[in-house]
């Protein structure tokens, strides 16, 4: 039987490509290469794509006459234009669910490594300074204290759910009230933030939620307080956070994700009071596993005709509330 072909784009691990070769003839297209790297013949053939890269814009999806389903590596799917994919009846998936609970994980890593400064607690004891100066200076409380999440999708519940056993207060600011355990709802991220310890940003991005955290709400968190971002650069003022971080009126901030990754602002290199990870939350093997096998599984389905595993745009389907 005759494999379908499909367009794979940006970089996998081996056992996804593997996976891949065994049900479709694959067709390269690495990231950030343009479309005409391909041949007409091949374009105007492809109906599938993997998508694991930066943009697909309406004019790439132009260059693909016949693309009916665009399969994105990763809940975010703000890469991807999906009001041009609608417009032109490609449907857009992403990996719901699979992945929620280890972004949350590394969110509350982030915020209690940030808050007890074990990195430099940690270099406190490799640089001799423990012997030297003695113990290291006292840090902030975690358990206890307030939490403000900044979007209760799948993700930002689940947080909320660990900082809820650190018996933390937990609020959150969406746009209506969901049913919890008796968390606090808010509508503006300001007037949380004003009322938090800790502001942990947890949307979905693109340009409905760029910006959100805004000038405002950075400086209603104020000296004592903490945003960790787990979500997209995007979501926060990333200008205005650093200008409030270099200035004290915001106290830190544990970053996994940045405006302008990988290239960061070089003023977030000269700050103390930063944690910066490299977008990792996702990244344990077996996530990265169950990622990679959605889009196979959605691409194999779409070619059968059979439902498929993750819902995403198009008529009589939705996105799961991602983040
Ligand atoms: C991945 C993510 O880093 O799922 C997302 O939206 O941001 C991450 O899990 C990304 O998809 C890898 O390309």
């Given at each position: 039987m005759t494999k379908p072909e499909i367009l794979v784009s940006g970089s996998y691990p081996d056992w996804d490509m593997d996976g891949f070769r065994k049900d479709f003839t694959c067709h390269m297209l690495e990231e950030?290469?343009?479309?005409?790297?391909?041949?007409d013949a091949l374009r105007a053939r492809i109906a599938g794509m993997a998508f694991k890269s930066h943009a697909m814009d309406p004019e790439m999806m132009d260059a693909l006459p016949?693309?009916?389903i665009i399969a994105n590596?990763?809940?975010?799917?703000?890469?991807?234009d999906v009001a041009a994919a609608d417009a032109r009846g490609i449907a857009v998936t992403n990996t719901p669910d699979v992945l929620s609970d280890e972004v949350a994980d590394l969110a509350v890593g982030m915020l209690i490594a940030q808050a007890r400064r074990i990195v430099e607690a940690e270099a406190w004891v490799t640089e001799g300074l423990w012997a030297k100066q003695g113990a290291f200076p006292l840090q902030a409380r975690v358990w206890g204290r307030k939490a403000g999440i900044v979007g209760l999708g799948r993700i930002g519940r689940e947080i909320a759910n660990r900082l809820a056993a650190f018996k933390m207060e937990i609020s959150y600011s969406s746009r209506s009230a969901k049913e919890t355990p008796g968390w606090r709802h808010y509508t503006d991220v300001a007037a949380m933030a004003g009322e938090v310890d800790f502001l942990i940003v947890a949307l979905a991005g693109g340009p409905e939620t760029?910006?959100?955290?805004?000038r405002a709400a950075i400086e209603a968190l104020g000296p004592e307080g903490m945003i960790v971002n787990?979500?997209?650069?995007?979501?926060?003022?990333e200008g205005a956070m650093i200008e409030a971080l270099q200035s004290g009126k915001l106290g830190s901030a544990a970053l996994?994700?940045?405006?302008?990754e990988p290239n960061l602002d070089p003023r977030f290199l000269k700050l103390k009071n930063v944690l910066l990870q490299?977008?990792?939350?996702?990244?344990t093997v077996a996530t990265r596993v169950a990622m990679g096998a959605l889009p196979r599984a959605t691409l194999m389905a779409w070619f059968n005709g059979q439902p498929l595993p993750t819902p995403g745009n198009g008529p009589g389907r939705a996105f799961p509330e991602t983040a």
């Open positions: 950030g290469a343009p479309l005409s790297t391909l041949s016949a693309l009916k590596y990763g809940v975010g799917y703000d890469a991807i760029q910006g959100i955290v805004d787990i979500s997209r650069g995007s979501t926060i003022d996994d994700v940045f405006e302008n490299p977008h990792q939350a996702s990244a």
